[in-house]
Each structure stands twice: as C-alpha cells, then as structure tokens.
C-alpha cells in the first residue's frame, strides 16, 4: 500500500521559514519523480519543485527559484522528500502536497502523478 505522509507545515510571518517533510513507503521510490504542489483556495493546483529521483536533479516553479529548496534521503532506505522554504510571502500561503510519479510524464502536470499525500497547510501572515 502506498504511503505519501506529509509534515512540517504550519504559521509563519513574511520571511520566516518552514521545512517540509514527505515519507514514502509502500512502492520503490527511486522510480522517476517526486514532487511538492501546492493549492490555495479557489485556485488550481500549482507546482512548486520537483525532483528525479534517482538522479537527485531538481526543478522549480517561477514563484519560488531562489527561496525553495527540494530535497530528499534515501540513505537506509528512509525515502523522504523535503522542501526547505524560505524567505516566505502571505503569496505562499496554500496547502501543501508531496506526490510521486513512478512511471513518469510531463514533470509539473498534476496528471502525471499517481501518488499524492493528505496535505500539509501552510500559513504566510504579512
């Protein structure tokens, strides 16, 4: 059974930071892609970075190059994402999804995704 459990969201001020956490389990992670999106009330689910996962290259969304940072370990076999976030703005403000693609496609497609965690809230205040 697979498993995509998020955490590490919560409430920041503008320019604070918050690191998310993702745990895998249940399918062979090192297969294609992992990624975090995001979505925000009343607006479609965007793509905020991605990562291939054996590789370890990383890929980002205008919005965020330069503040996010997408990163994973799997030493010990302990298949977890993260998103390190900094310099947040009120703009970042959404729920937070960790999602895996097993078997690949178009990398910042929602569709290309099999895999999708509950969600993690994060909160920016001005």
């Known amino acids: 059974q697979v498993q995509l459990v998020e955490s590490g969201g919560g409430s920041v001020q503008a320019g604070g930071s918050l690191r998310l956490s993702c745990k895998a389990s249940g399918y062979a992670y090192a297969t294609n892609y992992m990624a975090w999106f995001r979505q925000a009330p009343g607006k479609e689910r965007e793509a905020v970075a991605a990562?291939?996962?054996?590789?370890?290259?990383?890929?980002?969304g205008d919005s965020v190059k330069g503040r996010f940072t997408i990163s994973q370990n799997t030493a010990d076999a302990q298949n977890t994402l993260f998103l390190q976030m900094n310099s947040l703005k009120p703009e970042d403000t959404a729920m937070y999804y960790c999602a895996a693609s097993p078997k690949g496609g178009i990398l910042f497609d929602p569709r290309t995704y099999d895999y999708w965690g509950q969600g993690t809230q994060v909160t920016v205040s001005s």
């Open positions: 990562i291939f996962t054996r590789e370890g290259t990383e890929y980002y």
